[in-house]
């Protein structure tokens, strides 16, 4: 009996699979060197410099006429900001940091007159200037205890002075130490060791502060908060979330495990101790705001699950079940008013597909036409900033493909959900209306990507989202993105198709709490219970299956990887919806 090509084919893999296997187990360095040799070939040690400033393809539009949103000016209470984007460079470095790039050191310049330097600016070498520093100026009239304050003395944080590091010249990063009271909230740069002057900067006083802490890795040798290693990290607040008051600057921090020449200075962040809403964008500048960066979302070409709304799902037979009364589902009604309203993911009900078998496959197939991006907005980091939440709708998540070694195999049935909703989130300034990120959600996290790197339709300040196969996870670019490690993890291909959702037309705002009334939220946002079942077969043999293919170590690595992934993803059980995420009120999740 002859045996069917797809088992040559399998076995060929199987035998591939083995080679690399050995490979790694027998030089567990064998990956790092390879990519280390193959990183030295693509530099061929060139210096990388910052030389050019990111700049939007299109000029910013002009706002609708509106209270203080984009207007240049916040007031925090007892402090007024505004947002410097403007900088000189002071110090570079070629060598270090993210992609081994180096990382350049900015002054802020061209301050209003009145406002005050509160540290400076760096950032990575790997992407265009587009920087951002909050600067402000004192609004008390109280003499004897005025928010802003010179600080007493500067300490040396760090110098180049002794290092091999490849350098323009040698620099001096220094912390501002402040009088009792008072905080500092970033550092300064110099190349000479003589101390800054003591009205570089300011120090603010400590009731408009809050807790700061170590975000993106800007520079060092090993970008960790625990390495022992000298490290410079962007900071953020401890606290965020839409009702959270302290405010992101846009300073460095720096962190060491030793070898300074000064303990670590405690930074802090400023606080909006007024949280007004009036910076926010009314109805008006929401709309110009969507119609400027909204992105076109495309999906893979070998989707077979497309998005649809919501509406389209309900209205062609999806079902709502109670538990206990399985048997006697009822239609959902089109605008999901016959949801249960309130309550908790307890598991008393769930949404289904149509039990009719021809019917089901159809509407698990999506209908891109009605697909439109749904909008979620709400104020961050203090009222500074707006988040725009765009949700995309799928009725279906297909099975997922495993990356084992340098081979893709088949699922099966793992990954395989009901009603699957996945997002970007557009992070805009409401001192300038400018778009500083993008979040793009992937499964459980996600990852944020800076406006210099993204990719935009040509003439434009609207970008391109990518949906993965079948899994819909949301990316900036095209390509292959696993989730996992080197060897073992969950493929997320990307691809553009002729199937696309252009959220800049096709939208539909259904959240603003900040606006009171001006937005009703649709029945459905408010239910709380699962939009699809709990799964209807054997996970664990379903896992097994597939491992049983694989040879040695990578049955272990493969089983272990996957202990580790979300329930969503294993399609253990369908997801809850937008309003029951946690980034809803909060900081999204990387």
């Given at each position: 009996m002859d045996l069917c090509p797809r088992f040559y084919l399998l076995l060929f893999l199987l035998i591939l699979i083995n080679l690399v296997d050995h490979c790694v187990c027998q030089d567990p360095n064998f990956s790092n060197t390879y990519i280390h040799k193959l990183h030295i070939v693509n530099k061929r040690f060139q210096k990388l410099r910052i030389?050019?400033?990111?700049?939007?393809?299109?000029?910013?539009?002009?706002?609708?006429?509106?209270?203080?949103?984009?207007?240049?000016?916040?007031?925090?209470?007892g402090l007024t900001a505004t947002e410097i984007t403007t900088f000189n460079k002071v110090w570079a470095t070629y060598e270090g940091g993210p992609e081994n790039a180096g990382a350049t050191f900015f002054e802020p310049i061209e301050l209003p007159p009145g406002f005050s330097l509160l540290g400076y600016y760096a950032q990575p070498n790997n992407r265009p200037l587009f920087g951002r520093v909050v600067v402000a100026k004192d609004k008390d009239s109280d003499a004897a205890s005025p928010a802003l304050k010179k600080p007493d003395d500067y300490a040396l944080v760090w110098s180049s002075k002794n290092l091999n590091v490849k350098e323009d010249t040698n620099g001096y990063i220094w912390a501002p130490i402040p009088s009792d009271g008072y905080q500092a909230v970033g550092l300064v740069v110099t190349t000479t060791p003589e101390k800054p002057p003591l009205d570089k900067v300011m120090c603010v006083r400590s009731d408009l502060t809050s807790l700061c802490e170590t975000d993106e890795w800007v520079w060092g040798r090993e970008g960790g908060v625990d390495s022992d290693e000298f490290n410079i990290f962007d900071s953020r607040p401890v606290r965020k979330g839409k009702q959270a008051s302290a405010v992101s600057i846009g300073t460095f921090m720096a962190r060491s495990g030793g070898?300074?020449?000064?303990?670590?200075?405690?930074?802090?962040?400023?606080?909006?101790?007024?949280?007004?809403?009036?910076?926010?964008?009314?109805?008006?500048?929401?709309?110009?705001?969507?119609?400027?960066?909204?992105?076109?979302?495309?999906?893979?070409?070998?989707?077979?699950?497309q998005p649809s709304s919501v509406e389209w799902f309900f209205s062609n037979g999806a079902l709502l079940f109670k538990k206990g009364e399985e048997s006697n589902p009822i239609q959902i009604d089109p605008k999901g008013s016959n949801l249960p309203s309130g309550g908790s993911n307890d598991g008393s009900y769930w949404i289904d597909f149509p039990t009719d078998k021809n019917t089901r496959e159809r509407v698990m197939k999506g209908n891109i036409s009605s697909a439109t991006g749904y909008i979620h907005v709400k104020p961050m980091l203090g009222g500074t900033y707006t988040d725009i939440a765009i949700w995309l709708f799928y009725p279906f998540n297909g099975g997922s493909w495993a990356k084992v070694g340098i081979v893709s195999i088949p699922l099966g049935k793992i990954g395989e959900h009901v009603g699957d909703w996945e997002h970007v989130t557009l992070r805009i300034s409401n001192f300038n209306g400018y778009l500083r990120k993008v979040y793009f959600s992937q499964h459980a996290g996600g990852e944020w990507v800076h406006a210099s790197n993204l990719g935009y339709i040509e003439g434009t300040n609207r970008f391109f989202g990518y949906s993965s196969l079948h899994g819909h996870a949301t990316y900036p670019k095209p390509g292959s993105g696993a989730q996992g490690n080197e060897f073992v993890g969950i493929r997320n291909d990307t691809d553009k198709s002729d199937q696309m959702v252009d959220t800049n037309t096709s939208y539909t705002i259904i959240s603003a709490d900040y606006l009171g009334g001006a937005i009703v939220e649709p029945p459905w946002l408010n239910y709380a219970r699962k939009w699809g079942p709990i799964i209807a077969y054997d996970i664990v043999d379903e896992i097994h299956k597939v491992a049983d293919m694989l040879p040695g170590r990578l049955k272990n690595k493969f089983l272990k990887f996957t202990k580790s992934l979300p329930a969503e993803l294993l399609g253990e059980q369908g997801p809850t919806g937008p309003k029951m995420k946690r980034s809803w009120d909060g900081e999204e999740s990387k």
């Open positions: 030389e050019s400033s990111f700049n939007f393809s299109a000029s910013s539009p002009v706002w609708p006429q509106g209270t203080g949103f984009a207007t240049g000016r916040i007031d925090f209470g070898g300074t020449t000064f303990d670590m200075p405690l930074l802090v962040c400023l606080k909006n101790i007024l949280k007004s809403y009036s910076y926010m964008p009314n109805l008006e500048q929401l709309n110009t705001l969507i119609k400027t960066y909204a992105p076109r979302i495309y999906t893979h070409p070998s989707e077979d699950y």
